[in-house]
């Protein structure tokens, strides 16, 4: 028995470093990149983990997946208000951008009914271009 409390206790740990480094990055991020920002607070900590805890934040609400065209999906958290992406080309990350021009629904052909979009900008970010 205390060898399974043992490993609950580990898991709650992951568990805890892994929304610990979502929250922290404040911009999507790929498992990979999860793993590499909760690395040093759970050491030995491996990519099967990451998508297992993945999964189960998805099915309870709290994480939020953002799929970007052509690319890996990125994980955020789940409840943000109305956002937008930024992906650099250079260095593959994805930023939040604020705000939204708003009225995209107008784009539609007439007799359209649109119920959700996104919108994702392209280009170099503020590292990648100085
Ligand atoms: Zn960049
Ligand atoms: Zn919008």
């Known amino acids: ?13 992951q568990r805890a470093a892994l ?29 099967a983990t990451v998508y297992r805890n993945i999964k189960a934040l998805m099915s309870e609400g709290w994480l939020h997946k953002v799929e970007m065209p052509g690319g890996v999906d990125r994980y955020e958290r789940a409840g943000l208000h109305h956002h937008h992406h930024f992906h650099c080309q250079e260095c593959d990350r994805v930023f939040d951008v604020e705000g939204c021009p708003g009225n995209v629904e107008s784009l539609a052909p007439p007799g359209f009914q649109v119920a959700s979009h996104e919108i994702v900008l392209y280009g170099r970010c503020a590292t990648c271009s100085s």
Not at 1 to 13: A, C, F, K, L, Y
Not at 35 to 47: M, N, R, S, T, Y
């Open 19 to 47: 929304k610990e480094a979502i929250e922290q990055a404040a911009r999507p991020l790929t498992p990979q990149e999860i793993l590499a920002e909760a690395q040093d607070a759970v050491p030995g900590l491996g990519i």
């Open 1 to 13: 028995m205390p060898e399974q409390i043992h490993v609950m206790e580990r898991r709650t740990r």
